[in-house]
């Protein structure tokens, strides 16, 4: 199952260009598959428009989050924007819970409030609500009102000092997010922009634009997508905060330029192919690294775990599946291969998206492939195929006249792929691994 999904969980404004429709074709833009949970149906935005229709979608939300559960659903990324109802801030705080995995990152902007105004549809307890679903956060990208709102500080319009603005941010630590990027900043008259930091990191900065006067509706959802689709194609934030500014302001100078009536949203479609190209660029390049660091050994884990119980289901058990990645998958079992058994781990990167991982041990029979796998969206691009090369080098160099793996007997897919890199089926092993478990293997070798 492909669980590479990004659910962005906004309103659908059905007309005007913000939220649902701005994030779906923005994070579509960059390759990524994004699925969506609608907060409200609205037949425009609130901003501008009078009339409008409102209907609230909190009543859907728990039965499609337990629908989800049912699928065994999981998302790599969620990115929650504007809520149709207080009630829904601890639905989504649940459906965080629900469909997560361990590396599953969350992007919340805490959509209420603008140039020191909570919007009219939101109650005096909003700012507390959102808070709480911002502790649950990766990344938050509040305006400065939604931030001061949060902090319970009272907002002063800009310009701003950089001591005030580090401060404000400094205050965000305490939601124990990882990421805090705060929009519509200015240091000076005529500038506006956004600012970044990373606590884990320590990297932060800012990327500054001429200022357009004028409000500009759906601005923040535009620069929200760019930024969760810049991040979730592996750019780093300071690349994703960059990609995400050229793209807002280009569409708001292309909206201006048109003399288009701008409560319709910003023309920001034509700009997707320089944003495209602003990603793509930062973002390819396959490498493969040996990696023993802890954050790269637990990702290897926590894509071991994905990757098993999709390619093994109907071959083993699903006890047997949990049993296998305890034993040798954990990251405390990679730790140790790596520690003391001689294994290496090669990590391998579409940009800094991970792509797939192997993992080897050399013996007295030749170089032992461990483990190798190619995520699904990563397949047919030839990335097996360098990691073989690899390989080969490294069974060179260490000596070695040969490749062996063992692949489960039914696992008729592997062992066509390992055939097509030169690999031919030596004999059949049938190993106990413990707890009344067996794997039931061909060993395959490759000459190299
Ligand atoms: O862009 C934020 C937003 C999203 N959705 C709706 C809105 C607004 C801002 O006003 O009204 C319905």
Same mark, same amino acid.
């Given at each position: 199952m492909n669980q590479e999904r990004i659910l962005a969980v906004h309103d659908i !404004?059905?007309? =005007?260009?913000?939220?649902l429709t701005v994030a779906l074709p923005i994070i579509s833009s960059v390759g990524l598959e994004c699925s969506v949970l609608p907060t409200a149906v609205l037949?425009?935005?609130?901003? *501008? &428009?009078?009339g409008f229709t409102y209907r609230d979608l909190t009543e859907d939300m728990v039965p499609i989050d337990q629908h989800w559960m049912s699928l065994g659903l999981r998302f790599r990324a969620f990115y929650t924007g504007?809520? =149709? !109802?207080?009630?829904q801030i601890d639905i989504v705080c649940r459906l965080f819970d629900d469909l997560s995995r361990e590396d599953t990152t969350i992007y919340v902007d805490p959509v209420m409030a603008d140039a020191g105004k909570l919007y009219s549809? &939101? =109650?005096?307890d909003f700012p507390a609500g959102m808070r709480r679903l911002c502790e649950k956060a990766d990344v938050i990208m509040p305006n400065l009102t939604e931030l001061s709102l949060m902090l319970g500080e009272e907002w002063v319009p800009g310009p701003y000092t950089h001591e005030y603005v580090d401060s404000m941010i400094e205050k965000a630590r305490a939601f124990g997010v990882k990421k805090v990027v705060l929009t =519509?900043?200015?240091?000076?008259? *005529?500038t506006v922009g956004a600012v970044y930091r990373? &606590?884990?990191?320590?990297e932060s900065g800012e990327v500054m634009r001429p200022e357009v006067p004028g409000y500009f509706h759906g601005t923040g959802d535009v620069f929200g997508s760019a930024l969760v689709g810049a991040c979730e194609s592996g750019l780093p934030l300071s690349q994703a905060v960059e990609a995400a500014v050229n793209l807002t302001v280009s569409s708001i100078l292309r909206t201006v330029g048109s003399g288009a009536d701008v409560k319709y949203g910003v023309d920001f479609e034509p700009g997707l192919r320089e944003y495209i190209r602003e990603v793509g660029a930062s973002a390819s390049g396959v490498t493969i690294e040996p990696v023993s660091d802890e954050a790269s050994l637990r990702a290897i884990a926590s894509l071991a775990s994905t990757v098993w119980n999709e390619a093994f289901a109907d071959m083993i058990s699903k006890e047997q599946i949990d049993y296998m990645l305890a034993k040798y998958q954990s990251y405390e079992a990679i730790s140790e291969q790596v520690s003391s058994k001689g294994y290496t781990y090669l990590l391998v990167r579409d940009g800094n998206r991970l792509a797939g991982y192997c993992g080897y041990a050399p013996d007295d029979r030749g170089l032992f492939l461990s483990k190798i796998y190619i995520l699904e969206e990563f397949r047919h691009r030839g990335l097996a195929g360098k990691v073989f090369a690899v390989l080969r080098d490294t069974a060179k160099a260490l000596g070695k006249d040969c490749i062996y793996l063992t692949v489960n007997r039914g696992n008729s897919g592997a062992i066509a792929v390992y055939e097509h890199e030169g690999f031919e089926i030596a004999e059949s092993v049938d190993t106990p691994i413990g707890n009344g478990f067996e794997m039931n293997d061909h060993v395959m070798v490759m000459r190299v």
């Open positions: !404004s059905c007309v =005007g260009r913000c939220s037949s425009t935005h609130t901003g *501008g &428009f009078k504007f809520l =149709g !109802s207080f009630e549809v &939101f =109650g005096p =519509g900043i200015s240091f000076e008259e *005529g990373d &606590f884990e990191t320590g």
